[in-house]
Nanobody, 120 residues
Framework: VQLQASGGGLVQYGGSLRLSCTAP????????MGWFRQAPGKEREFVAA????????DYADSVKGRFTISRDYPKNMIYLQMNSLKPEDTAVYYC??????????????WGQGTLVTVSS
């Protein structure tokens, strides 16, 4: 499954961005989808996930209340709405998918990263 992420950019402290992810040639309906990020010099970390059946979402504590993950099944898209951005949110964001219920447990497919830079 080839995942394509987009929407990164430069934003000021407190601003917003929306990331998008799709698979142009594959249905994502049966995949739990989500996002990870990797800041310079740090490990890649989980950000958010949306289960394949839409039953639940999962967020890292650091983004709860600021980020919202959603998916559009007809458009085969997932989104990450990021509000109240902070400099510590600066990272390369990766779209990811798994056939499991929980993206934290295993990632089956990675998209290319999209860079988010938050200036102070």
């Amino acid at each position: 499954v080839q995942l394509q992420a987009s929407g990164g950019g430069l934003v000021q402290y407190g601003g917003s961005l929306r990331l998008s992810c799709t698979a142009p040639t594959f249905s994502l309906d049966y995949y739990t989808m989500g996002w990870f990020r990797q800041a310079p010099g740090k490990e890649r970390e989980f950000v958010a996930a949306y289960t394949w059946n839409g039953a639940s979402t999962d967020y890292a504590d650091s983004v709860k209340g600021r980020f919202t993950i959603s998916r559009d099944y007809p458009k085969n898209m997932i989104y990450l709405q990021m509000n109240s951005l902070k400099p510590e949110d600066t990272a390369v964001y990766y779209c990811a998918s798994t056939l499991l219920a929980h993206l934290r447990s295993r990632v089956d497919n990675w998209g290319q990263g999209t860079l988010v830079t938050v200036s102070s």
